[in-house]
């Protein structure tokens, strides 16, 4: 009876730390988002002008503006362990980036390395001179931007880091499941 339970026990101890690499030893990415620049670009008058008169008052005239926000995604490896096959999601598939660099899939993140991808995001706004949309920070819309990003150890075993901007407190969540409501 002791020769079988010291077999057991031999066994669960030879298979405790491959188990624990396979299923428990995980990469930690986190994404950050940060404004770089903005651009407030008048693009002509508005179709809401009152013509009535056969002119338009150039103080008082509706003009239409492009506004474009350019900001950096860094994806941060902060562990030892290297993430591969990293991929992002969006929820929803909600279009909140009008413009983003694409994240190669086969290039692995390496222990304490980096990944910058530029985005921007445009809107069009119509206001007169004076009330002309100002670019401090962020758009109102990023208020429900949530960035699902998923990848592997090297055990092939998926991971993901969901960052939620309104959360100001925790942006990075570290998930073992894959959080509902990101299509594949």
Known sequence: MIGIISIIVAIVIAI???????????PELTIELVFDSGLNANLGLSYKNDLSLGYIEGDKAIHVWSLTWKMKLIIRNNSDITAHYPEIFLKNDALYFTKIDSLNKLKSITNTSEIVLNCEYQKYSESTPDERPELGGFPQEFEDLKILLQYKNSAKMRFYTLFDFADKKEHNKFKGIRPKGFKK
């Open 16 to 26: 405790a730390p491959w188990i624990k690499k396979k299923f428990f030893t995980r």
